[in-house]
């Protein structure tokens, strides 16, 4: 069968400290981080042994690219015949070259910049490494004010095939001139302004999309806490069924991406996991106006 399986192990540190990120927010201990290792190691062991038809996106709390383990775990993956997508989300701090090893029609990146957190000038540029070695990649902004100008400026400086995605910030609520301004950069950015009512829709978790912490525990989804079984005494195949939603709204984009009510399997067909759109949206990207020269006469 196909099946998509969400990773998310025990890893929680970070070396960025967004204020905006809802992720947990720890140093990890030499124990932790070795913890961390093991659970991968047992998925990738998992993952590379099944029988199924892979597609697998790492959604670590914390940012899994700067661990040695991650970035081997995907190479090697990235090279077995019945794994279709292996996808991880990242920061982009780390170093690239261990790309080289990996088999970019199967690796790709959902890459986030964060101002504040990196000069843009080095963001920038691995942006530019990936699209030179041929990674697939996404990169995107969270649509706060503050980051408007340099989202557009974004937008303009990477390639015209690069999607730039927007996220809507977590409690924020947008009026229509602000969020036009976002849809501008993103046309697709309205899946992302408004959480979507879910209760009792349907949705491929639970069927062919599962989450799988670093014990093995199996839910639907990383947002439903019910347990489906284990990953590794394969309990919870028999548990895979289609099924409604239980919650009332879904607002993150890993999540409300597998309902079955809206078109975006059709919108990201062949790129669901890593967010890259089957077509290239169209943009409306207003010129780059430097922050200094905003409301200059």
């Not at 690069?162 to 229509?176: F, K, M, P, Q, S």
Request: aromatic share 10%; hydrophobic share 40%.
């Amino acid at each position: 069968m196909d099946l998509t399986v969400l990773y998310r192990g025990p890893l929680a540190s970070c070396d960025y400290d967004c204020p905006y990120c809802p992720f947990a927010k720890r140093r990890d201990t030499t124990a932790q981080l070795r913890a961390d290792r093991a659970a991968l190691e047992r998925f990738a062991r998992w993952a590379a042994g099944s029988e199924d038809r892979l597609s697998l996106l790492f959604t670590p709390w914390g940012e899994g690219l700067v661990r040695s383990w991650y970035r081997r775990t995907l190479a090697e993956l990235s090279h077995l015949p019945h794994i279709r997508r292996v996808a991880v989300q990242t920061n982009l701090s780390c170093r690239t070259d261990w790309l080289a090893e990996a088999d970019p029609d199967t690796l790709a990146l959902w890459c986030t910049y964060h101002p504040g957190q990196t000069p843009y000038d080095r963001f920038l540029a691995k942006c530019r490494d990936l699209a030179d070695r041929g990674v697939r990649h996404s990169v995107g902004v969270v649509g706060l004010a503050e980051h408007l100008e340099l989202a557009r400026r974004l937008r303009a400086d990477l390639p015209s095939h690069v999607y730039l995605w927007i996220n809507a910030a977590e409690g924020h609520t947008y009026e229509d001139g602000e969020a036009d301004a976002w849809t501008a950069l993103d046309p697709l950015f309205p899946y992302s302004r408004h959480p979507h009512a879910s209760a009792g829709l349907p949705c491929r978790t639970g069927e062919s999309v599962i989450s799988v912490d670093g014990e093995g525990t199996v839910r639907r989804c990383h947002f439903v806490p019910a347990e489906l079984g284990n990953l590794y005494d394969g309990s919870y195949r028999a548990a895979l069924r289609p099924r409604a939603c239980p919650l009332a709204v879904c607002d993150c984009h890993i999540g409300y991406v597998h309902l079955e009510t809206l078109p975006l399997y059709d919108v990201y067909a062949g790129g669901v996991l890593e967010r890259i759109p089957a077509a290239t949206p169209p943009v409306r990207a207003l010129p780059f106006v430097p922050a200094a020269d905003v409301g200059a006469p």
